[in-house]
């Protein structure tokens, strides 16, 4: 490989996005599984080891091959990594007396150069069960937190490093500048640019697309988009087709606006198609978020196999291409030691038979939003468009809660008492709701109840009693605060499905947070603002929608958006008149341990 930094995949939710990271330090970054051969790395500059869903205890943990501790270079364990290093190098490693997620406070001890020019505290993002307990011989404490003592250690003269926390998040701050302050040590080239790597993927596209043309699904975000300006330049726009699918979950006046917009970016190879009875059809009677992510991508290839029919096009003439970014890869447990957090509709099982048959071109699939976001800008595309609000491939059906209405009984009471005890030391009142949603808590998929709060409080309070509750209540991912009514009705979990009838509403409410967050400016302030309908009801017809703003550059992370007060009110106010809604609730949960999407 090219002088840079080998980065050891343990199957952790954010190992790509460490390179993702030292790109932006314009070092070049290459992945490699944990038991590669020292001698495959040589001539690296440094080493990096990411975090991972397992124990280093556990009796089926990824293969790892200690002799690249030996190596004469830089090493940096990250998480997993960093309690993994302390075990080979005669530390121990044991269960914590308290699970972190979400943010924390690093005190910095010491004058290590991993730190240098950083102040003597930092907020850090945490994701972790066990922690070091006790160093190897000649390591020191660099770095802890209030329920880390060992959150960062290391040894000057071995130049071996370890951090319980996540530098490569954007939610720790201070991240970039450690890992600045890493490559430093490593002595590592700075020649990186993303001009230069568009030119590396599309000669890459040209190879792996041979001499057939490229059909391309296009959502109308920046991700398909970009890939449609990608494979339009590198092969030319005959040799392409783009289709929008209208799958009946869009948004209000979602496809119109996707249609009119590239045609006006003179995209004029693009097809519209509405298949939004099929998707409809192929969804009835579904509860299951992984059920629907599956049909719903299923269906998508089906339609689009229709579509070649009808045009008469030879499929073994064309090749299949998606705007797939890294985090649908390793969310949908796509990489050898990765966890399944969510399936996403373009890496259900027939997606990965196409992949194994070099059926599939997916130039993007190494990328982070942010970075396709700078590619986009660098390929000239408008700045509307390369900031565009994303939008799942599920669309509503994933904000759409469905549930067959039976009640989950005496499961959520214990929860419901540790988790009040904790609401009320804040002056709240909490309730458990009875539906579920998904979370990733470290790097693994939980699927489990959130809780309601209701009460007078700032969002900095709410911040901390949400983060405590789900670092140490199991069974609750999700904190949400009830903005309207003032107390929330008495609701009960209710049988409902994908209908026409539930899509509109949500719909609906989804164009009025979506329109007052425009009218508010705030566009930009926030990465994205789903609107999520869940099936609780007191009446057995109206819902709760809950609203669900946050703030990220990559979507690996992501902190809740405190969204100006009277702006909240005011949404949540337009949508409890919508006739159908019981409650606007307030999604004041981070990633992790909640998923930003619902499921």
Same mark, same amino acid.
Not at 9 to 23: K, P, T
Not at 123 to 145: C, K, N, Q, Y
Not at 238 to 247: A, K, S
Not at 575 to 590: E, R, S
């Given at each position: ?261 590239? *045609?006006?970016? !003179?995209?004029?190879? $693009?097809? =519209? #198609? +509405?298949?939004?009875?099929?998707? &409809?059809?192929?969804?009835? @009677? ?7 992510? *599956?049909?719903? !991508?299923?269906?998508? $290839?089906? =339609? #689009? +196999?229709?579509?070649?029919?009808? &045009?008469?096009?030879?499929? @073994? ?283």
């Amino acid at each position: 490989m090219p002088t840079g930094i080998a980065i050891l995949d343990f199957g952790g939710q954010y190992a790509h996005l460490i390179a993702n990271r030292i790109r932006r330090l314009r070092v070049y970054a290459e992945i490699f599984p944990p038991h590669v051969d020292p001698s495959a790395l040589r001539g690296v500059s440094g080493v990096i080891l990411s975090g991972g869903p397992a124990s280093v205890y556990d009796p089926d943990q990824p293969a790892f091959n200690a002799e690249l501790l030996a190596m004469p270079v830089p090493i940096l364990g990250l998480c997993y990594g960093h309690q993994l290093l302390c075990m080979h190098l005669g530390g121990e490693v044991v269960a914590g007396d308290v699970r972190e997620y979400g943010a924390a406070t690093l005190k910095i001890v010491g004058g290590s150069d991993l730190f240098a020019g950083l102040g003597d505290a930092q907020e850090v993002w945490m994701s972790h069960g066990d922690v070091v307990a006790t160093l190897p011989d000649g390591f020191e404490i660099l770095g802890a937190t209030e329920d880390c003592p060992l959150a960062a250690i290391g040894s000057a003269q071995r130049q071996i490093y370890g951090l319980q926390f996540h530098p490569e998040v954007a939610h720790t701050p201070c991240g970039l500048g450690i890992f600045d302050n890493f490559l430093t040590l490593c002595n590592a080239p700075r020649t990186w640019t993303m001009g230069n790597y568009a030119d590396v993927l599309m000669e890459d596209m040209r190879a792996q697309v041979g001499e057939r043309n490229v059909f391309l699904l296009v959502s109308g975000g920046v991700d398909s988009s970009v890939a449609f300006v990608l494979f339009n330049k590198a092969l030319g726009a005959d040799r392409v087709l783009g289709l929008h699918i209208d799958n009946g979950f869009m948004r209000e006046g979602e496809t119109t606006a996707v249609k009119t917009f590239l *045609e006006k970016e !003179g995209f004029d190879n $693009l097809m =519209v #198609k +509405d298949a939004s009875d099929d998707f &409809l059809m192929n969804t009835e @009677g579904l509860t299951d978020p992984e059920a629907k992510r *599956e049909a719903i !991508g299923r269906t998508f $290839l089906a =339609v #689009k +196999d229709k579509v070649m029919a009808t &045009l008469h096009l030879n499929a @073994g003439d064309w090749v299949l291409a998606q705007g797939t970014l890294y985090p649908d890869t390793i969310e949908s447990g796509g990489t050898e030691h990765a966890a399944l957090i969510k399936t996403h509709h373009n890496r259900i099982g027939l997606i990965d038979e196409l992949i194994a048959q070099g059926k599939v071109v997916e130039p993007l699939a190494q990328l982070y939003k942010d970075e396709v976001r700078e590619l986009g800008r660098e390929l000239g595309l408008p700045d509307p468009l390369v900031w565009r609000h994303p939008f799942p491939g599920p669309g509503l059906a994933v904000r759409c809660l469905c549930s067959d209405g039976r009640d989950p009984g005496d499961e959520i009471a214990s929860a419901e008492q540790a988790a009040s005890a904790i609401a009320s030391e804040a002056g709240l009142q909490l309730r458990i709701l009875p539906v579920k949603s998904v979370g990733v808590q470290g790097d693994f998929r939980t699927y489990s109840h959130p809780a309601l709060v209701w009460g007078r409080a700032d969002w900095r309070v709410l911040e901390d009693v949400s983060t405590r509750i789900t670092n140490g209540v199991p069974g609750i991912n999700r904190v949400v605060y009830l903005i309207a009514p003032d107390a929330p009705p008495k609701t009960r979990l209710k049988r409902a499905f994908l209908t026409r009838q539930r899509l509109d509403l949500l719909r609906q409410a989804d164009a009025i947070a979506m329109r007052a967050l425009d009218r508010a400016g705030l566009m930009a302030a926030v990465s994205q603002m789903p609107t999520v309908l869940a099936p609780l009801t007191a009446d057995g017809q109206n819902e709760i929608a809950i609203l669900r703003p946050i703030s990220t550059p990559d979507f690996m992370t992501a902190r809740f958006a405190p969204l100006p007060r009277a702006l909240v009110r005011e949404i949540a106010a337009e949508i409890w008149k919508l006739p159908g809604i019981a409650a606007a609730c307030y999604d004041i949960t981070h990633k992790p341990p909640g998923t930003v999407e619902w499921e």
